[in-house]
Nanobody, 124 residues
Framework: QVQLVESGGGLVQAGGSLRLSCAASGRTFSSINMGWFRQAPGKEREFVAAIRRTGGINLYADSVKGRFTISRDNAKKTVYLQMNSLKPEDTALYYC?????????????????WGQGTQVNVSS
């Protein structure tokens, strides 16, 4: 079992930055791949970024590439999402997720554990 708690969301103006954090507990953090997803009202949950269990391999959605950076600190059992140059279309509920599989994936259904989400609102 893995428990995930996100933090760091809020309201920011377009062009601004936020840093999301996701603290994990339970299973050995360094043995699980981690991802960030988001869901805007009326839309399906979509992939944002993912990082392999030991780091070194990151995946990004095209819509955030070059603006967002995912990272992890296995000693602190925390994964981060640094979001720069935010746009109004980035407004969504952001979820942290954990995957026990061996292959880093962008598919939400592959992730077994989810946090409750943290809201990000970007004003124009």
């Amino acid at each position: 079992q893995v428990q995930l708690v996100e933090s760091g969301g809020g309201l920011v103006q377009a062009g601004g930055s936020l840093r999301l954090s996701c603290a994990a507990s339970g299973r050995t953090f360094s043995s699980i791949n981690m991802g960030w997803f988001r869901q805007a009202p009326g839309k399906e949950r979509e992939f944002v970024a993912a990082i392999r269990r030991t780091g070194g391999i990151n995946l990004y959605a095209d819509s955030v590439k070059g603006r967002f950076t995912i990272s992890r600190d296995n000693a602190k059992k925390t994964v981060y999402l640094q979001m720069n140059s935010l746009k109004p279309e980035d407004t969504a509920l952001y979820y942290c997720a954990a995957d026990e599989g061996s292959v880093l994936t962008t598919t939400p259904y592959d992730y077994e554990y989810w946090g409750q989400g943290t809201q990000v609102n970007v004003s124009s």
